[in-house]
């Protein structure tokens, strides 16, 4: 991910395949699991952790076929096999669909002329691809509605009947996989894990949000209804026209100017600014180590200790700078699991933060956009909630978590990249970094944000929900579904015809197969945690301290639910991420 070498990169991408066909094989391993279920039939008191160990280790064991006969067994693996190389020709179609359309300047009319620039020309027009690159950009920006149309039903068939027959295929194999197991459809097995455990608690979960947003959503799309009376003279808004007149109205509502922002976040400064904002908030010390071996000499290291005590808590490295060869996207990489060693010894976690930010140029600051800031602040957040764990076992080191709460406290301090008194702390103009950004500018910054918040969540809901509903049910119509669905979740307006979201849907496809649920439910709780708690506070340092006590330290050796439910001394409620989300929405 992060060597300069070839070689090196594809040796280690060769070695990680080993390794995670090691893990696979080590979690079948039949004599391993009747010592550890022997051990846990006994039932010695072992203390609470050790006892959580246990029972993840033999639930794992048994959600890997352990228990089952030879003959299932195989039949397991063959079905394995099977929703592989289906996962794969579904994002290959998708990947190998280079269709374009051929438009006329006309029928572009509204789009920037450094978009128009780079398209090619042919016959006389210019070539669209149907990339997302450039669908989008058009679905906001382009005043010919019948453009919007045409490029939005072209895109949308992207995949085609091929990938609807290999979902539906996917689908009814996944099913036959978690019967095997023993469950009663797959979305059961995928969930049983995470913090919900049921799919009917997520379905529950999702048509409660969706209701509870209608009023809202349904205020936002009159707005909508009147902006494209006057620029149309039709008041008929279909899934075409969301983009572009959410962004005519966001131009009315929002004195923003991107361009002009950009210029407060220099990346020296937004480092050392969020740095501090992290040491002074969760009472911690980051001593940068300056003759560290590093595999970069852009690379940074950084020890953390706990400010009061002087314990060293972990390491984390800064490597945050493009690179020829290097991954290309913002993320968190584990290094070493924190743990308690046998000796009574602790051995600390490492991690390593990566990004693809500018460097500084000809003595000019390199600057982020504000999106890119928003991303490096939540990445950062893992590095310290890895940081932050005091765990006996390694296995529930902080990113090793349910897939539910494993983004709840990133979600939860983005929360500070939209308020004043925290987006001072990390910006300052490019050529005078004394004048930091303006209350107006993080004003701006957060009602953009929040704007239109019901029918942006809407559309999320509506996937989820054809996702949670196809893996809990046998045989079902997966476009009839979504048909039906549609004009229920989108207050009317109905699916657009000649499309299939299920065909070019990679999350349902693989990854997110049952579990699409899951970041608008770390959402919820994030909201819950940051209306409760540090809003009205954003600096307390107390209020920190007992958060990455409580919440960041237990990493996964306690349950998610009673984490945070202990935390906050209730249970967590939708309420406050309603509230949130529909305050500034209009």
Known sequence: MVSTSEDVRKASAEAEKRLDSHFVLCRQREDVYRVIKAFAVKGERIGPEATRFLQCLVKEFERNGVKLSQSKGKEMEKLKCHIDELNLKYLQNLNDFTKFLLLSEDELAGMPFEFLKDLEKAEGKLKVPLTSYHVTPILEHCKVGSTRKQVAVAYGQKGGKDNLAILENLVQLRHKFARLLGYANYADFAIEPRMPR????????????????????????????????????????????????????????????????????????????????????????????????????????????????????????????????????????????????????????????LSQCPKEFDGNSALLRFPEVVRLFHEFSHVVHHISNRVTFSKFSALRLEGDFAEIPSLLLENWCYESISLKMMSGFHQDITKSITSEACQSLKRRRDLFAGLKMKQEILLCLVDQIIHSSENVDIDNLIKELHPKVMLGIPLLEGTSPASCFPRIAIGDDAVCYSYIWSEVFAADLFVSKFKDDLLNQHAGLRFRNKVLAPGGSKDSLEIITDYLGREPSLQSFIQSRTRNSL
């Open 198 to 353: 049921t799919s009917r608690k997520v379905l529950e979960f999702l048509e409660e949000i969706s209701e509870q947003l209608s009023d809202v959503a349904n205020r936002e799309l009159s707005i909508l209804k009147d902006l494209k009376m006057k620029e149309e003279g039709n008041a008929h808004v279909g899934m075409e026209d969301l983009l572009y007149y959410i962004k005519r109205a966001e131009e009315f509502k929002v004195d923003l100017d991107i361009g002009e922002i950009k210029q407060y976040f220099p990346v020296s400064l937004v480092i050392s600014g969020m740095l501090k904002m992290f040491q002074d908030l969760f009472a911690l010390r980051f001593d940068e180590t300056k003759d560290a071996e590093v595999w970069h000499d852009t690379v940074r290291v950084f020890s953390v200790w706990d400010a009061s005590s002087s314990d060293l808590l972990g390491y984390f490295f800064l490597d945050i700078f493009a690179r020829e060869g290097k991954y290309c996207h913002t993320c968190v990489v584990t290094l070493q699991n924190g743990c308690l060693c046998s000796n009574g010894t602790r051995k600390v976690p490492a991690a390593v933060l």
